[in-house]
């Protein structure tokens, strides 16, 4: 069954420090997510990409933030100079254009130290 | 705004029992309806959709739009131990391109 890859599953940082969360979606989708998951609160949506630009972003997605999709296949979020209150569940989502079912990756855990 | 809210529990049942688990929404535009279902630090997994109002049945598992309250429910028959995760509702406007919104999920036990 198709699904979507996330690495790492765990990334440890110092704060200032740049990271890239990299997703894979399926492969036939065209919509792809980022949200997070913050302990104990609520799944947060970050923003939608398609055709190779973003189709919407939330308040939380600020200059600090960007994605790209480098090849045919992957999807990464980048922080520029993560900050304590960036730790936090990542999960990247795909989503079938036909039916608007969005299939969630099992989540990358950044923890900025 | 887009809110949705859910009481995050914890709801414990016994094994066998029927479960229901509630939301309210504010967004009218949105038709979209969605339950997740998510194990501890596992991703969201689509449990069921619905578009607009009404019913739809999926096995075990009922989803219920009253867009008239702003209401959606998720009712579990003959519930079982495997079913304990957190339940999470969430609203869309479909289509693809834009988030969900989801709400802060109920945490489900059922007990043995």
């Known amino acids: 069954e198709p699904e979507v890859t996330q690495t790492p599953s765990h990334q440890v940082t110092q704060m200032g420090q740049e990271v890239i969360l990299r997703c894979v979606p399926i492969?036939?989708?065209?919509?792809f997510y980022w949200y997070r998951q913050i302990l104990g609160q609520k799944v947060e949506f970050l923003v939608s990409f398609y055709n190779n630009e973003i189709s919407e972003k939330s308040e939380i997605f600020d200059d600090q933030f960007s994605v790209e999709r480098p090849d045919g296949s992957n999807f990464t979020l980048k922080i520029r100079s993560t900050k304590l209150e960036d730790s936090a569940m990542y999960f990247c989502a795909s989503a079938d254009q036909n039916t608007g079912e969005l299939f969630f990756g099992e989540g990358s855990r950044l923890t900025v130290l | 705004q887009k809110e949705v809210e859910q009481d995050p529990g914890p709801l414990s049942v016994p094994e066998g029992a029927i479960v229901s688990l509630n939301c309210t929404y504010s967004?009218?535009?949105?038709?979209?309806f969605m339950w997740y279902r998510q194990y501890s630090r596992k991703g969201p997994e689509l449990l069921m959709y619905t578009y607009s109002s009404g019913n739809k049945e999926d096995g075990r598992f009922t989803a219920q739009v009253d867009k008239s309250s702003k209401y959606i429910s998720l009712f579990i028959r003959d519930s079982q131990p495997s079913d304990s995760a957190t339940y999470l509702c969430a609203q869309g406007p479909g289509g693809g391109a834009d988030g969900l919104t989801f709400g802060k999920g109920t945490h489900l036990i059922i007990q043995p």
């Open positions: 967004n009218s535009a949105f038709q979209y």
């Open positions: 492969s036939n989708h065209l919509y």
